[in-house]
C-alpha cells in the first residue's frame, strides 16, 4: 500500500524557479521549460514524470527521482545527450523509450509498463 505523500511546497517552489512545471496538484512533472539546466532533484511527493518533461534537455548531465515517483512516460528524457547520472528508485516503472536518445539509455531498456 503506497502512502499518500504530499508535495513539498517549498521544494516545489524552488523546482519551478529552476524552470520544471508541475500539474495534477503538484504530483505530475509536466515539463522543463530551461533546456540550460545540468542538473536536477525532484522534488518528494511527485508521483509522475510526464510525457516528454525533459525532451532535448541537451545540458541535464544528473537527475534525482524521489521514491514518490512511480511513474516515468515515454520520451520523458529522449534526447538528453548529456544525461549519465539517473538515481532513482527501484520500483520506479518507466516506459521502454523513456531514455532514448541518453547515454544511459541501454540500462533502461528493461522495465516497461
Not at 66 to 88: D, H, M, Q, W, Y
Request: charged share 25%; glycine share 4%.
Amino acid at each position: 500500500m503506497e502512502k499518500n505523500v504530499q508535495p513539498d511546497m517549498e521544494a516545489i517552489a524552488k523546482a519551478e524557479k529552476q524552470g520544471l512545471l508541475f500539474v495534477d496538484d503538484n504530483k505530475t512533472l509536466k515539463k522543463c521549460s530551461k533546456w540550460n539546466i545540468t542538473k536536477i532533484s525532484i522534488p518528494e511527493g511527485v508521483t509522475k514524470i510526464g510525457k516528454s518533461a525533459f525532451e532535448n534537455c541537451t545540458s541535464l548531465t544528473s537527475i534525482v527521482i524521489p521514491k514518490s515517483v512511480t511513474r516515468i512516460e515515454s520520451f520523458a528524457f529522449r534526447g538528453c545527450s548529456s544525461l549519465t547520472n539517473v538515481v532513482k528508485p527501484k520500483r520506479v516503472k518507466y516506459a521502454v523509450d523513456a531514455f532514448n536518445g541518453c547515454p544511459c539509455e541501454a540500462k533502461f531498456k528493461k522495465s516497461l509498463f
